[in-house]
Nanobody
Framework: QVQVVESGGGLVQAGGSLTLSCTAS????????MGWFRQAPGKEREGVAT???????EYGGSVKGRFTVSRDPDKDTLYLQMNNLKPEDTAVYYC????????????????WGQGTQVTVSP
């Protein structure tokens, strides 16, 4: 049984930084994609960043240059370093994993964490 668990959310002022972490356990496939998605109230879940087991990363347009996704394959751990945070980054951030070619489309992923709240104050 695959379990995905996020941590690291919180409250930060605009311009500040946060780092999110995610661990995926129980995944039996040798190669799989991991990614970060977010959902703000009243909005659809959007792709933030994904990274393959070969450490190829993709970013959503609104976070390019500010967020960095990284992965430790030995520990099945995913990170999201978020810099220069803006109030519009406020959302619940979710980690996802699946054997897919790392699309930034939430519907393509079957394994999800419970989410962690990130709030950026003006």
């Amino acid at each position: 049984q695959v379990q995905v668990v996020e941590s690291g959310g919180g409250l930060v002022q605009a311009g500040g930084s946060l780092t999110l972490s995610c661990t995926a356990s129980g995944y039996t496939a040798s190669n799989y994609c991991m990614g970060w998605f977010r959902q703000a109230p009243g909005k659809e879940r959007e792709g933030v960043a994904t990274i393959s087991d070969e450490i190829t990363a993709e970013y959503g347009g609104s976070v390019k240059g500010r967020f960095t996704v990284s992965r430790d394959p030995d520990k099945d751990t995913l990170y999201l370093q978020m810099n220069n945070l803006k109030p519009e980054d406020t959302a619940v951030y979710y980690c996802a994993a699946d054997s897919v070619p790392c699309p930034l489309l939430a519907d393509e992923y079957n394994y999800w964490g419970q989410g962690t709240q990130v709030t950026v104050s003006p």
